[in-house]
């Protein structure tokens, strides 16, 4: 660090102590998921800023050699006493120098997982602990829960059995077969390991409990249960008679701790079956809440529910933010939770009391059979939106004529205009936001100096379609509704390039060449290998379209499982035959809320789309994944859009000061860290998400 940022730091911190009742906060270190230990994403190092920002240039790049085709790179890095930790695609774990990129070690857990075990899914970041000269290395890939060596990249075989815990297990139900894996990491509070977990979407999902580990031996310490069991505060808010058979509710967005307090604050998601549901009658806490747990015990000490009975897939996305805001003369230490809806949520961190009145709206009602929709939504007064929230007339994409009437045509019997409307069993609806957003797990970024949240957000509209159960004629169509139908759709045809059709594949695949791919996963696709050998064995003859998919009764009285009676057709942007989005631009956007007063100070499209620039149409933005990074010399760095670019922003007025290309789209939320004196601002570029696939850690800094 240079002299000029230890004193500009020093007084940061000292600044900070006179009103900050937690601890105080460095915000030169990027040690934590979301860099300082408050998870704000901003950084005190000020060598780059705005007058010398556009003279950054590539330092180093790191190629992991291993991706593929669909593969990403979700991964935040963290810099350690001067290593840099990250993921590749297939989830090796490596430590880098982090002035000059070079390879300290790389671990491939499959090492010691064996090859039934080569799914592993995204993954956006590890987490690190130390006690003397113990230095750990925590990480997931699939359903194991690892320890490494932070110096050497050594499993730690005295962790859990033989270096490996099994997340599937100690989850307090009878059945440990689930599709489960962790792709936010985990918060360390003292000797624990508090994590969440991604789940199924179907009702084959395990309950989304939320578990603390001991770091040294791998055991268990305490479970917080999300779907509550019987006698526990919330039960009455789920049907008793299928409560058991319900998933979900799981937090897959990553946490917060205040360390301070000794509270964890984890947003959760919804229940399953996402769209209709029949067999979940209620409210159904804790999903979609910001639970606030004593991150020693795992005891509830206040909740919030943002949705009731969600029918929508409206998650709580990202992190929350800690912050300390200026409200009526008083200084406030206030989470804040960004949503998919477009809405922040700002609660006192002890009590849970909202920030800005919260009111409890009527919405509209389900018509879908078997459905009981709640008839309120708790809509916060303030801060503000941090985009449109409802799509109307006005908001039917017009840039071209053609693109209009194919839009429009596609809507000739949608429900639109109205942000509460629920699936409907015989028109679809227009989703707005859509299903990434909103707000999405790249989280937003806060400045403790000027007390202003920066937020990245995707707002274009989606389809949801309902079919009912009752027209399924064999178990292959059931089977794979249940499994695959939601990204694959029940035509099919899937959502290329993100999403490949599955018409075809006997000319892709055996019998044997598919068992082996739905056992082990591939990319993002998951691994089914907790699906039993009859469902599995059905399946592939359903896809290979042969002509006896199975007798679903024979099934059905086998399995004794729940299938939902209506199902979601798949997940569906609106767009046009060319894939423009179905709403007027801007589809990408970037805000700046100023948390004392609740109000928007500046909000610009963001990303670009080089086609329509050429067709006259500017400033559109772009579908955006990824975070931002704010710092004290003046500069929001953000990558995350689809058009492969980093970019930095003047933090006050939202003015561009420079970009650069990226060798693949930096789907991903940059680290910001010093060493040897020098600034760094490191990007991993994977790609994915409908643009090519990356396997490159990008760093850039100031010239010597």
């Given at each position: ?267 959760t998601g919804s229940a399953t079956y996402d769209f209709w549901g029949g067999y979940r009658t209620g409210d159904n806490l804790y999903a979609n809440s910001l639970l606030a747990l004593d991150a020693r015990t795992g005891k509830r000490i206040w909740h919030f529910q943002a949705i009731h009975h969600d029918v929508w897939d409206r998650d709580f996305p990202a992190n929350p933010n800690l912050i300390r805001i200026q409200k009526d003369g008083k200084w406030i230490d206030a989470v804040a939770q960004i949503s998919k809806q477009g809405m922040t949520y700002v609660f006192d961190r002890e009590s ?353």
């Open positions: 660090m240079t002299s000029s940022n230890s004193l500009i730091a020093a007084a940061c911190l000292l600044a900070f102590s006179c009103v900050e009742k937690t601890s105080e906060i460095d915000y030169t270190d990027w040690s934590h998921y979301g860099g300082p230990v408050d998870g704000s994403r901003y950084s005190a190092l000020t060598q780059i800023n705005k007058e010398n920002v556009a003279q950054l240039e590539v330092a180093w790049t790191y190629h992991t050699g291993d991706a593929t085709e669909r593969s990403q790179i979700q991964c935040q890095p963290i810099v350690v006493n001067g290593l840099l930790y990250a993921t590749t695609p297939k989830l090796n774990v490596f430590a880098l120098d982090a002035a000059t990129g070079e390879e300290v070690w790389r671990f491939d857990p499959f090492q010691i997982l064996g090859g039934e075990n080569s799914w592993a899914g995204t993954n956006r970041g590890v987490s690190y602990w130390e006690e003397g000269e113990d230095k750990r290395i925590l990480f997931t890939a699939g359903n194991w829960l690892m320890a490494v060596n932070a110096l050497t990249g050594e499993p730690i075989l005295s962790f859990g059995d033989q270096g490996k815990v099994d997340l599937r297990k100690d989850l307090d139900t009878d059945l440990e077969d689930f599709l489960l894996t962790s792709n936010s990491p985990g918060v360390v509070f003292e000797d624990k390991l508090i994590l969440g977990m991604r789940l199924s979407e179907g009702l084959d999902a395990a309950p989304g409990h939320i578990r603390a580990y001991n770091i040294k031996t791998g055991k268990r310490e305490w479970i917080f249960h999300t779907i509550p069991q019987e006698g526990q505060a919330g039960y009455e808010t789920w049907d008793p008679k299928h409560i058991r058979q319900i998933g979900g509710a799981n937090n897959w967005a990553g946490m917060t701790v205040d360390y301070a307090r000794g509270i964890v604050y984890v947003p849970g009391e909202p920030i800005w009145p919260i009111i409890e709206t009527p919405v509209t009602q389900s018509v879908m059979p078997g459905e009981v929709s709640s008839k309120t939504q708790p809509i916060p007064s303030l801060p503000e939106p941090f985009m449109n929230m409802v799509y109307g007339e006005k908001d039917i994409l017009n840039l071209t004529p053609e693109w209009e009437k194919d839009i429009r045509n596609q809507l000739a019997n949608g429900i639109i205009g109205d942000t509460w409307a629920p699936p409907h069993p015989e028109q679809p609806i227009v989703l707005f936001p859509g299903m990434d957003g909103g707000g999405e797990w790249g989280g937003a970024s806060f400045d403790p100096e000027t007390q202003t949240m920066y937020i990245n957000a995707n707002q274009i509209p989606w389809l949801i379609t309902m079919t009912p159960n009752a027209n399924f004629d064999n178990a292959g169509l059931s089977i794979y509704t249940n499994y695959c139908g939601n990204c694959h759709g029940l035509d099919r045809k899937g959502n290329p390039p993100a999403l490949p059709s599955l018409l075809g594949l006997k000319d892709k695949y055996t019998t044997d060449s598919l068992d082996q791919l739905l056992r082990k996963g591939r990319g993002a696709m998951p691994a089914f290998s907790h699906i039993s050998k009859e469902e599995r064995g059905i399946l592939i003859d359903y896809l290979l379209g042969k002509a006896d998919a199975g007798d679903k009764k024979e099934l059905e009285a086998e399995s004794a499982k729940l299938y939902p009676r209506y199902y979601m057709k798949g997940y569906q942007r609106l767009t046009t035959k060319e894939g423009i989005y179905g709403s007027n631009p801007p589809w990408g956007l970037l805000t700046a809320i100023d948390m004392n007063t609740g109000l928007k100070k500046w909000q610009i499209p963001l990303g670009s789309i080089d086609s329509l620039k050429t067709m006259g149409f500017e400033n559109t933005g772009i579908e955006n994944y990824g975070g931002p990074v704010a710092t004290a010399g003046g500069v929001l760095f953000i990558a995350a859009t689809k058009d492969e670019k980093v970019r930095a922003f003047d933090k006050e007025t939202g003015k561009l000061l420079w970009e650069a290309q990226l060798p693949a789209a930096g789907h991903a939320t940059p680290a910001v860290y010093e060493k040897n004196g020098k600034q760094y601002l490191v990007i991993a570029c994977g790609g994915g998400k409908g643009t090519k696939s990356g396997d490159a850690y990008v760093a850039f800094a100031l010239p010597d």
